[in-house]
C-alpha cells in the first residue's frame, strides 16, 4: 500500500489568508491504513489494521465514532482494509484488503452488500491499494502482479491490467510487484499507475491499452502520483524527495520541485491543471504548475499514512499507522469541488 496524504485543489489564486486548521484529532483503534469522506461529507470511513474490527464509521465534523463493522465471518483477525472509496451511491461505499477480497458496504444497514474475491491460481488476491474514480462508477484494485478494474456497482471485472511483476531477488532484497499508486481521469476512463519498477503507467480502462509509459528512474519507486482531470498531466514523486509533472500526451517532464529533506507521498491537481498541492511526512506544499513556483507551504504536524479530502475541497483527514491517530484540518482557504483520494 502506497503512503498518500490527500492534496488540496486550488481553482484560483492562492492569497496570505490561505490557511489549514486543526479542528479535531483522536485516537484511532488501530494503526490507520485508508480514510474516505462520503460524497456529501457526512461520513468518514476509516480502515486499517485491526485484531477487533476493520472499519469504523466516523463523523467528520467532531472525530467521534458512530459505528464499528466487524470482520467478516472467515477473514483472517490481522488482515487490514488498504483501500476505501465510494462507488456512484454515497450510501455505498467499497473496500479493499490483504484477504484479497473487495468488498461493498451499505452505511444505512451496516450490512456487506457484495464481496468479490479477486485471487486466481496464478497469482496472489492479496490487494495492496484500491481507489475509486471520482463519479464512482469504477474502481481499481492492485494486487502483487496485476491491476483489476471492476465495476462499482455490481463488482464485475473489465479488465485485468498487467501490474508491475518484479519477482526474485534484486540486490539481495526480495521484490514483490505492485503498484504505488492509482489515479483515475474525472470520467475514470483512464487509469495512472506507479510501481516498484519506477515506470509510471497510462491505461485506457475500457480496452486495457497501455497509452503511456515514463522510466521515472529517479524515484525509484514512485510512492504516489495523480492524474490531472482531464488527463493531460500526470505527477509523481518518491525517494529522491521531488515533485514532477509530465505530460501525458508528450512524456515530456512539465515541471520538478524539491520536497527536501522529506520524499513527496501525496499528489492533488486542481480541476484546471494550473496548481498542484503535494505532501510529505510534515507538510503540503502548493506548487504553480506552469512556473514550478511554490505558492504556498502549510504544516500538517503528522505524515499521512492515509488521507482523504471532501468534495468540497473544505475537510482533510489524515490517519497514521504508528501513532493510530486521526485529524483533521479546515481549510480556510478558496473552495473548490473535489475528490477523494485514498
Known sequence: MPIVLAAILLAGALQDADKLEKIWAVDAPFPVQSVAISPDGKVLVVGGYTTCHDIIL???????VRKTWP???????????????FTADPNLFLTGGTDGFVRQWDIRSGRQVKSRNLTTPEETGRILDLVTSPDGKVCAAALQERIVVL???????????????????V?????????????FTA??????????EGVLKVWDVKTGKELLSINAKAEVRPYAM?????????????????????EVATGKQRMAGSHAPNHPNGF????????????DSKTAIVWEVATGKELCRLDTEIG????????DGTLLVLGNIPSRKLSAYRWTGPKTATQDKK
Not at 475514470?188 to 499507475?193: I, Q, R
Open 58 to 64: 466516523v463523523d467528520p465534523s467532531n472525530g467521534m
Open 71 to 85: 470482520i467478516p465471518k472467515g477473514t483472517a483477525k490481522d488482515e487490514a482494509v488498504t483501500g476505501i472509496g
Open 151 to 169: 465495476k462499482s456497482a455490481g463488482l464485475e471485472e473489465i479488465v485485468r491490467l498487467a501490474g508491475y511483476p518484479y519477482p526474485g531477488t
Open 171 to 183: 540486490n539481495g532484497v526480495v521484490r514483490s510487484g505492485g503498484a504505488h499508486g492509482l489515479s
Open 187 to 196: 470520467d475514470g476512463s483512464k487509469l495512472a499507475t506507479a510501481g516498484n
Open 226 to 246: 495523480a492524474l490531472s482531470a482531464d488527463g493531460k498531466l500526470l505527477a509523481s514523486g518518491g525517494p529522491n524527495m521531488e515533485t514532477r509533472v509530465w
Open 268 to 279: 492533488w491537481f486542481n480541476s484546471t491543471g494550473s496548481t498542484l498541492l503535494t505532501g
Open 304 to 311: 499521512g499514512d492515509a488521507s482523504t479530502l471532501s468534495r
